[in-house]
């Protein structure tokens, strides 16, 4: 049996086991007339207790690999591994949506956390006590080590920074629209987006602050702040070409809609909020831990 077999396979495919193991449980328990939540497995309070099983399956995987030898990123890969096996699964339902909308964007978002952030938060918390890991000071040294490259500390550490607040926000202000008193009033899509807009400012001003504070130049400052607006632009394009997003006629008019609500108003949005750190003298970058 090879080292990887012992180290990550076997371990990788306990956790897997005891993720797929505990929802089935859970769900032969669940009452047949609770909802589950939006893209969830189960009602709140068994989704609740799934992700508290998990840290279990989590600290025996990365026991089994540790026992056999593995490294501590091999351990925790192998602890991680159902939720990387969900993000093929997520990526392809995201590319065969047929006619994207707040709604089925903000029931993506759900599914993507249900399934693959928070039991990924769960099955960590159980690992990383099996390794001992500081994880304050792992995470300090991770960001200021020198083997960091340059691009990743100037630019895409700060680009998933902005991403991340800007998909919160979006989520936030859908969740608020999608209620009834204002989808009744045909007011929903001004309630997601007009709020969005108006906190985009902050994500981008996140983006090149942190930029900025890693020492980077203006460029790649103003590139973090508007990696949104970047980021959904190259997804929509992806999507037209392949033929998953069709324009509705006359199709000059709508994509010149969504060319000004979807890329230009949040691109301006992002950028208002990014070239104050744009044009500000570099801060002093900060002394790598010893």
């Known amino acids: 049996m090879s080292n990887r077999t012992r180290t990550l396979w076997l371990p990788g495919l306990v956790s897997l086991t005891g993720y797929l193991a505990s929802m089935f449980i859970l769900q032969r328990a669940v009452p047949p007339f609770q909802k589950s939540l939006n893209h969830a497995a189960f009602p709140l309070r068994y989704q609740l207790l799934w992700l508290a099983a998990l840290p ?7 026991h089994l690999s540790r026992r056999a030898g593995g490294s501590r990123s091999i351990g925790l890969t192998a602890a991680l591994f159902p939720s990387i096996v969900m993000v093929p699964l997520w990526m392809g339902l995201a590319t065969r949506m047929n006619h994207p909308s707040p ?9 993507v956390m249900n399934w693959i952030v928070l039991p990924g938060m769960a099955l960590l918390l159980g690992a990383l006590p ?6 304050a000071e792992d ?7 020198r083997t960091m490259n340059t691009r990743t500390t100037t630019f895409w550490l700060p680009a998933l920074a902005s991403l991340t607040a800007a998909m919160v926000c979006l989520a936030i202000s859908t969740l608020a629209g999608m209620q009834l008193r204002f989808v009744a ?14 906190m985009l400012p902050l994500c981008g001003a996140a983006g090149a602050y ?3 504070r890693a020492g980077g130049k203006r460029r790649a400052c103003l590139c973090a702040g508007l990696f949104p607006v970047i980021a959904l632009t190259i997804l929509v394009g992806f999507l037209t070409l392949i033929g998953e997003f069709v324009y509705s006629k006359p199709q000059w008019l709508h994509f010149s809609m969504a060319l000004l609500f979807g890329a230009i108003l949040p691109g301006a949005a992002l950028l208002l909020g990014a070239m104050p750190f744009a044009r500000a003298s570099r801060l002093p970058q900060p002394r790598p831990a010893p």
């Open 56 to 62: 279990l399956f989590g600290a025996a995987s990365a």
């Open 210 to 212: 942190l930029s900025r």
């Open 130 to 135: 099996v390794w001992r890991a500081k994880v």
């Open 103 to 111: 709604r089925q964007w903000f029931g993506l978002f759900c599914g």
């Open 185 to 198: 009033r045909g007011l929903a899509t001004l309630v997601v987006y007009i709020p969005w807009l108006l």
């Open 139 to 145: 995470l300090k040294k991770i960001f200021y080590s």
